[in-house]
């Protein structure tokens, strides 16, 4: 079946450090989404079919179809970035796929 | 724009109950979903429904049911609580199915199990 790797597993930055978050997919995507999760929180959405690169902030999305990956960048992290980003894939029957996320955890 | 909201926010029961979710939208989304989040095992899809009296069962839709009342609500039972069972539920919204639609979320529903 369609997975979804995401690392690294977790991640400890200084405030003002530099995060890339990698998503990597076993079947070919026309679609994507990178979701936001703070400890007990909902998921909220960073970017829904992020194509090429898109930025939103200091979040930068780069998706390469071919490839089969899709990375998310933030810049200058502060301590409030902390928490769990999570990718995800729509499969067969239209449900989302979700990788198991990056803890991210920035110390001030 | 739109909101999802869950009740009851926190959810406390004993082995063996029966016990009932609600979700609510008001994106006038078509599809609606139930997800279960455990530590360590990511978010699985429990149930969907693609429209008002739909229902289409997930991977892990052995132990629940649902229902689609309305367009706008859709609530999910947990037929038998199993003891010591821990987990967040999270309703979803898209306007159409999956990967066609972005997928928001409700603020979940945390369930502890006695």
């Given at each position: 079946g369609q997975q979804v790797q995401q690392s690294p597993a977790s991640l400890v930055l200084q405030e003002g450090e530099n995060a890339e978050l990698q998503c990597n997919f076993s079947t070919s995507l026309n679609s994507m989404q990178w979701f936001y999760q703070r400890p007990g929180g909902s998921l909220v959405s960073l970017f829904y079919n992020p194509s090429g690169t898109k930025h939103s902030g200091r979040l930068t999305s780069t998706t390469v179809i071919k490839e089969r990956r899709s990375s998310l960048h933030i810049s200058s992290s502060q301590t409030t970035d902390s928490g769990t980003y999570l990718c995800a894939l729509p499969g067969n029957t239209g449900k989302l796929i979700f990788g198991l996320g990056t803890t991210l955890q920035?110390?001030? | 724009g739109g909101i999802i909201t869950q009740t009851p926010k926190f959810l406390i029961g004993q082995e063996g109950q029966k016990l009932t979710l609600k979700c609510q939208q008001n994106f006038n989304h078509d599809t609606m979903y139930w997800y279960r989040q455990d530590s360590g095992k990511g978010?699985?899809?429990?149930y969907y429904s693609i429209t008002e009296n739909d229902l289409q069962k997930g991977d892990l839709s052995e132990g629940y049911d649902a229902s689609r009342e309305k367009k706008s609500s859709f609530s999910l039972t947990v037929t038998s609580a199993q003891k010591n069972e821990m987990?967040?539920?999270?309703c979803a919204s898209s306007k159409g199915l999956g990967g066609r639609a972005e997928q928001f979320f409700g603020p979940g529903t945390r369930l502890t199990v006695l």
């Open positions: 920035v110390q001030p | 978010l699985r899809l429990i987990a967040v539920f999270l």
